[in-house]
């Protein structure tokens, strides 16, 4: 009687806590199902992926410059030191030339004439000059002929 007392304490016990597990599954399954809650899932997820999508640009940002992010240790909490591409910098800060004066323009474009209608243009504008006066009244000057 003891042993049949105990073996049914045992098994009362077993489904006492498969019933809570199958509870607390019911309880998940009910919240999911809920329309409120459908739609904040959906909000923290499309907030999930414009963060992925921002730390992304940020890596890539930091990769044009020969840094890369290596975040914190999980672990232990300590941040790693970040690393120093001294080609990609001096790269980016090499000033031999102008930047218009790439190599990856196409054909068509003339640097040469670009320079020089630039500076004919300087020209024109260094030769008038708008001057607002005392009321407020923009007048154009031209200034002395070279």
Known sequence: MEKLNQSLRLEVKEKGLSINTLKLENE???LASDTNNVKEVSEIIQERDKYRMQCSEMEKFLS???LKWLGEDS???AKHQGEFN????NKELDH???AYRNKNLPSEIDTEVLTRRIEELNFIAEKEKIITNAYGMKEFKA????
């Open 75 to 77: 672990a232990g909490g």
């Open 86 to 89: 001294s080609k990609a910098i």
């Open 143 to 146: 200034l002395d002929p070279v």
């Open 64 to 66: 044009d410059y020969g």
């Open 28 to 30: 998940k399954l009910r």
């Open 96 to 98: 031999r030339a102008p």
